[in-house]
Nanobody
Framework: QVQLVESGGGLVQAGGSLRLSCAAS????????KGWFRQAPGKEREFVAA??????????ADSVKGRFIISRDRDNAKNTVYLQMNSLKPEDTAVYYC????????????????WGQGTQVTVSS
């Protein structure tokens, strides 16, 4: 069974940092682009960041640019993708999802085929 598993969420104070991880199992995602999305209660799922299969290209939502960094470790078997989140704000509170697709560049949820179950990030003021 193909799975993407997120970890690293939690409760943090405003201004703090968290690092999310997304590990793959069931198949290799080494040639897949990866993305992070988030969904706050009552809101639609929104794009956060994406990285190409090689790691050479990245893209960020304006709301996180300069604060979040997406990266991937191509040297481990799970091809883990990370989202380093700095200077967190209460409005960053959401469930964060990892996604994968063969094509890089998507910023809509329907452009990604594989999804994880999500990890909760809560930023207190």
């Amino acid at each position: 069974q193909v799975q993407l598993v997120e970890s690293g969420g939690g409760l943090v104070q405003a201004g703090g940092s968290l690092r999310l991880s997304c590990a793959a199992s069931g198949r290799t995602f080494s040639n897949y682009a990866k993305g992070w999305f988030r969904q706050a209660p009552g809101k639609e799922r929104e794009f956060v960041a994406a990285i190409s299969w090689s790691g050479s290209s990245t893209n960020y939502a304006d709301s996180v640019k300069g604060r979040f960094i997406i990266s991937r470790d191509r040297d481990n078997a799970k091809n883990t993708v990370y989202l380093q989140m700095n200077s967190l704000k209460p409005e960053d509170t959401a469930v964060y999802y990892c996604a994968a697709d063969l094509h890089y560049g998507g910023t809509r949820a329907d452009e990604y085929y594989y999804w994880g179950q999500g990890t909760q990030v809560t930023v207190s003021s």
